[in-house]
């Protein structure tokens, strides 16, 4: 299958797609990952019905890794998977991609430990499925419905999932910066909103950070070409792609999150402030509660026509990081 053209996007969003997908053939790219600046090889390769999103370490005999909350390590300022000590880092870009685009199965090979940035957005993953293409399968998709709110907190910082019948995202953020300030952006996700909205919204570095985030490990890889770079009081390396890049590279970071649950949403979520950890927070805990969703088809929503279940008062959960 061809990847569809824009504006059959809207029609074929994830949402309104009954089976499952893969990509058309396999598709590869190399880079610098941000964090260790190790080398590394991506490789997506089509997967059968039912596999769901499998990370590959070919540098460890091909050892699986499942994109899911249960795998998830840590998540200071990138979102990393681990399995029986193997791990990999920054997730986030890629199963955004994968997850705005209705990919339900893929093997993802790399052959170490983090995942190359590219040039800090998402778009190059996007130009990956592009060239790939997808591919329906004959299984049915399964979505998981929210019918009762949830809400995570921690301090100023909060999220929360709330019933809708379709997948948007909301995100707030607020940085004591002339050129950030407050920002704000709310999109119902499909391939095509995703693609032109926030897949080339990079990430960002303050250089008030640099020193301690170097101390910590972390963006031995980044660079001037892989990041939007803050001085105290403008971006070195303008300019930006949206006015509004750094939420927008928000939502999608919360995106690539949301993958982590392992099926399509129909939900609407709302980020205020909220980074990698308050994500997987929500994420883990309305897996763990059965009574804030259901799982359903697009053959079972038609059936049940427009027809939505009650609303709850939401269960508020204090964040714990």
Known sequence: MDWPRPQKCLAKSALRMPFQYTIGRPVEAAGVGLHTAVQSHLRLVPAPAGTGIVFCR??????RIEAHVGNVARVSYATSLMKQGVLLSTTEHLLAALYSCGVDNVFIEIDNLELPILDGSAQPFIQ??????????????????????????DGDRRIGIYPHDDFTV???????????????IEIRVNRDSFSRELATARTFCFMSDFEGLRAMGLIRGGT???????????ILNGPVRFPDEFVRHKALDLIGDLALIGRPLKARVVAHKAGHALHTQLVTRLLADPTLWIETTVESEREAGAASPPLRAPVPAPATD
Do not use: W
């Not at 070919?58 to 050892?63: A, K």
């Open 58 to 63: 070919t540098d460890l005999d091909g050892f």
């Open 224 to 234: 001037l070409e892989n990041a939007i770079v803050l001085s105290a009081d403008d």
């Open 170 to 184: 909301s995100c707030f953020v607020d940085y004591a910066h002339p050129k950030v300030g407050r920002q704000e």
């Open 128 to 153: 990956m499925l592009q060239r790939a293409g997808l591919r329906r399968l004959r299984r049915r998709r399964t979505y998981l419905k929210v019918v009762r709110a949830l809400e995570v907190s």
